[in-house]
């Protein structure tokens, strides 16, 4: 998984080909998800402890690693509980339209489609 990431953002039209090609003749690793959705809640941490916001001229405001460590856990559960939330819905609307694509290949579609948020979550690490 996490080496389809720069090709979902280059040429994702063919990205998604390859995926698709990769699932039919071996098994997706989930794991890379664990790893994905880690970055966001990591690089709050890292902002908010280390680097802060500031308002105007005011000194930079930044939270305590006891406060901002419970913060990141959460935000890394509720990513990964959105993910297989989001494949679970995916299964079932493909159920209703007579599509049988397994749980887990709609929780890898849901883990694919979020990886720009996941890689996004670069930008908590200098919270302005």
Same mark, same amino acid.
């Given at each position: 998984?996490?080496?389809?990431?720069?090709g979902l953002?280059?040429?994702?039209?063919?990205?998604?080909?390859?995926?698709?090609?990769?699932?039919?003749?071996?098994?997706?690793?989930?794991?890379?998800?664990?790893?994905?959705?880690?970055?966001?809640?990591?690089?709050?941490?890292?902002?908010?402890?280390?680097?802060?916001?500031?308002?105007?001229?005011?000194?930079?405001?930044?939270?305590?690693? =006891?406060s901002a $460590?419970?913060? *990141?856990? @959460? !935000?890394? /559960?509720?990513?990964?509980?959105?993910v297989l939330?989001?494949?679970?819905?995916?299964?079932?609307?493909?159920?209703?339209?007579?599509?049988?694509?397994?749980?887990?290949?709609?929780?890898?579609?849901?883990?694919?489609? =979020?990886?720009? $948020?996941?890689? *996004?979550? @670069? !930008?908590? /690490?200098?919270?302005?």
């Amino acid at each position: 998984m996490i080496n389809h990431v720069w090709g979902l953002f280059t040429h994702p039209n063919s990205e998604w080909r390859e995926i698709r090609g990769e699932e039919q003749t071996s098994h997706p690793r989930l794991y890379a998800l664990f790893v994905l959705a880690a970055i966001p809640p990591i690089s709050a941490f890292i902002g908010t402890t280390q680097v802060g916001w500031a308002h105007g001229n005011a000194p930079a405001v930044r939270l305590t690693e =006891a406060s901002a $460590l419970p913060l *990141a856990v @959460l !935000s890394y /559960l509720a990513m990964l509980i959105g993910v297989l939330v989001m494949g679970w819905f995916i299964h079932w609307m493909a159920r209703t339209y007579h599509a049988n694509p397994t749980l887990r290949q709609c929780v890898m579609f849901a883990a694919y489609t =979020a990886t720009p $948020l996941f890689i *996004a979550g @670069l !930008s908590a /690490l200098y919270p302005s």
